[in-house]
């Protein structure tokens, strides 16, 4: 399946089967409450489990951000989301990239 097959499909099954897609492509999982979420550990504190979830509407926008950056891109859209940056050692030239592309986007 393309990756953009279900982006213009907004309806109730369309979003559930992108979330479904982002799990079994082991970029996402689910949270105890079904909410889609991004494993983030270690990315803004050191030995820290921390994890982020992934609004409905933009499962599209994530799917984007790893698909063109990997990791890195998730990185980029945790980071935008919470109004902060990584560890410093994240901050790769590839991360601003990637935060520079999350910019035209939204």
């Given at each position: 399946?393309?990756?953009?097959?279900?982006?213009?499909?907004?309806?109730?099954?369309?979003?559930?089967k992108k979330r479904?897609?982002?799990?079994?492509?082991?970029?996402?999982?689910?949270?105890?409450?079904?909410?889609?979420?991004?494993?983030?550990?270690?990315?803004?504190?050191?030995?820290?489990?921390?994890?982020?979830?992934?609004?409905?509407?933009?499962?599209?926008?994530?799917?984007?951000?790893?698909?063109?950056?990997?990791?890195?891109?998730?990185?980029?859209?945790?980071?935008?989301?919470r109004k902060c940056e990584?560890?410093?050692?994240?901050?790769?030239?590839?991360?601003?990239?990637?935060?520079?592309?999350?910019?035209?986007?939204?």
């Amino acid at each position: 399946m393309k990756t953009d097959d279900l982006s213009d499909d907004l309806s109730e099954v369309g979003i559930l089967k992108k979330r479904i897609r982002l799990v079994a492509d082991d970029i996402a999982f689910f949270g105890f409450d079904s909410t889609l979420v991004l494993n983030c550990g270690d990315t803004f504190a050191y030995a820290c489990a921390d994890a982020e979830e992934v609004p409905d509407d933009q499962i599209d926008l994530v799917r984007r951000m790893h698909d063109k950056f990997g990791y890195v891109g998730l990185t980029a859209w945790i980071a935008a989301r919470r109004k902060c940056e990584p560890l410093i050692q994240l901050r790769t030239e590839a991360y601003r990239e990637a935060r520079a592309f999350l910019e035209q986007q939204i």
